[in-house]
């Protein structure tokens, strides 16, 4: 980590505060902000020291709850709800179409590393089902035409999320 | 009968700029507020109480009687928590005020400040409502400028209050109110064992109101309009309006607000509100207030009006307000089956009753999808649901039973037809 980053993180973690409650808010934006969409250890261990906790208890943290990740992430990770709303307004149609438009299963990462894709939970859009969530933006009432576009819309940039 | 005038939802869609507190006290925001700080606090409590406005989280529990417990604590500090990990499959209401009216919330628990005497209050939101937090935030900063939150609020000597926003980190669980303070804490959110009751030991261990978004919001109603007039838009068993969420085989989805005692029916067919079916296959059954609520037949559901006390004598339940209609094509194992992987994944791990329980009965609802269920299977699942709720800690494991049940109840046929 080099003295920019560095100080961009230190940012973060003090920006409300840096007080051991907004640990979720300051861990979820150190993932936001980072390249490959994870925790990474130094960064652990720079939070652990910035908010007086032990490596161990970040990293139990990031382990249990569904936002943070420990491994790198695809550029464009699409999560597909699939909660009972969403579920039976066709969310299987969602992953179908994916995988024939990105060409690899369910959790695997193009070799581009540019998307990946999986189910989650509800996500609170339920009245728009079936839905994809990138990062904060959700994407309602999809079918397989606005799944191609969509996915094309990402990789040429006409899509910010 | 439609509701005539939004209570809750008065000034959605009519500011432009939701965070701005000139706007929200246009459109009579901090009335409340304004009458409450002249108020006898005991007084407080009585139009609470007359309101008969229950929890509208999902657990339905009296918020006059909620209040009442805090109130007579003597330690302190005393903590003010807004649950907004609003996680219920099927609800999307808290996110509308969070995002369209956050001073009515952030109102609603000044009023709680100032009758608890409290300094501090938290505001817990989901980690998946991202956008929203930042919405909140600047509400708040406008608050904070207008002399609404800080020191000295609307220059009363010694009304100090603030608020901290808490994010989420996409753990359902944390819906619950001892795992959200956990998290609150910076620990992982796991529930607590209960008793002693949050009211007593809650925020690091202090006395503590955790009540829901909307609740806050209808605080703010109450003290407006008095308990009185409040209790007369719902029923004797429960007053008020009612956010409710309508999703799933539906026509018009989409977030409402009723009357509560209103007839079903016209929440379920009118164009108004849902319209009917989108598919144009008839309602077979609907799953009521989140994953956690009942099912009920389209028998069932029949007559019904929306209200606390027919929905309960009918082994139905508000809950959160959700209200995810299904059509004829879906049955009950399968959907029984989605719920399941739901509780699966969401279980946290803390019990074994509940850990364990979950992926057993999801073992079980997927042996029944295959129709290789055995002679003895459907009494095995019943002991099974028993355990669960009977041995689970926290209100996660005890409620995942009761949507398998009402299945059961309703659709016992499509469980003997997967026995061999």
């Not at chain 2, 977030?255 to 379920?268: Q, R, T």
């Not at chain 2, 999801?362 to 009494?379: A, T």
Request: net charge negative; glycine share 10%.
């Amino acid at each position: 980590m080099d003295i920019r980053e560095r100080n961009e993180k230190l940012r973060i973690i003090h920006q409300d505060g840096g007080e051991q409650e907004n640990i979720l808010e300051i861990l979820i934006d150190l993932q936001f902000a980072s390249e490959e969409g994870y925790i990474d250890k130094e960064t652990a261990a720079l939070v652990a020291q910035e908010l007086h906790m032990t490596e161990t208890r970040v990293y139990e943290i990031v382990s249990y709850y569904a936002m943070l990740k420990e491994k790198p992430q695809a550029k464009f990770v699409l999560k597909v709800c699939n909660s009972s709303p969403c579920h039976f307004s066709r969310s299987e149609e969602v992953i179908l179409s994916l995988e024939k438009k990105l060409g690899v299963p369910i959790g695997k990462t193009t070799d581009d590393g540019l998307f990946a894709y999986h189910y989650i939970p509800c996500v609170g859009a339920c009245d728009i089902g079936p839905v994809v969530k990138i990062r904060d933006t959700v994407f309602g009432s999809l079918d397989d035409d606005k799944i191609s576009s969509l996915i094309d819309n990402l990789r040429n940039g006409e899509v910010v999320v | 009968m439609a509701l005539k005038e939004p209570v809750l939802l008065k000034r959605v869609e009519k500011m432009t700029d939701p965070t701005s507190v000139e706007e929200f006290t246009k459109y009579g925001g901090f009335d409340a507020l304004k009458k409450a700080v002249i108020m006898d606090k005991e007084a407080i409590l009585d139009e609470l109480d007359t309101a008969h406005l229950r929890g509208r989280g999902g657990a339905a529990y009296p918020l006059g009687r909620k209040w009442r417990h805090l109130y007579g604590s003597q330690n302190t500090p005393k903590y003010i928590v807004c649950n907004a990990d609003e996680g219920e499959p099927g609800t999307f209401k808290d996110k509308m005020l969070l995002e369209k009216d956050p001073l009515s919330v952030i109102e609603g628990m000044v009023i709680a400040g100032y009758v608890f005497g409290s300094n501090d209050g938290y505001i817990y939101i989901r980690g998946e409502y991202r956008h929203i937090q930042a919405v909140f935030h600047q509400a708040v900063r406008n608050a904070r400028a207008a002399g609404y939150l800080g020191k000295n609020i609307m220059g009363i000597e010694g009304f100090d209050y603030d608020l901290h926003i808490i994010s989420g980190g996409g753990a359902y669980v944390c819906g619950e109110n001892s795992a959200l303070l956990n998290s609150v804490e910076g620990k992982t959110g796991r529930p607590r064992v209960k008793p002693p009751h949050l009211a007593d030991v809650g925020l690091y261990l202090k006395p503590t109101l955790v009540n829901n978004v909307e609740s806050f919001a209808c605080v703010s109603a109450v003290i407006n309009m008095g308990g009185e007039a409040f209790l007369n838009l719902g029923t004797k068993d429960g007053g008020g309006t009612k956010l409710i969420c309508l999703s799933g085989h539906i026509k018009n989805p989409g977030v409402y607000e009723v009357e509560l005692g209103m007839p079903l029916d016209e929440i379920l067919y009118s164009e108004e509100y849902g319209g009917g079916t989108s598919t144009g296959r008839p309602i077979k059954f609907i799953h009521f207030g989140g994953q956690s609520g009942p099912i009920g037949t389209s028998e069932q559901i029949k007559d019904r009006l929306y209200d606390y006390g027919d929905f309960w004598y009918n082994k139905l339940a508000i809950g959160s307000g959700a209200i995810v209609v299904m059509d004829t094509s879906v049955n009950a194992i399968d959907y029984m089956t989605s719920v399941m992987e739901f509780f699966v994944h969401e279980s946290c791990g803390k019990c074994t009753p509940c850990r364990l329980g979950t992926t057993r009965l999801l073992e079980l609802f997927k042996k029944f999808q295959r129709h290789g269920g055995k002679q003895g299977d459907i009494e095995k699942l019943e002991k099974m649901l028993e355990h669960i709720t009977n041995l689970s800690a926290c209100g996660l494991g005890q409620s995942v039973s009761v949507s398998a049940r009402s299945a059961l109840a309703g659709y016992r046929d499509e469980f003997e037809a997967c026995i061999n």
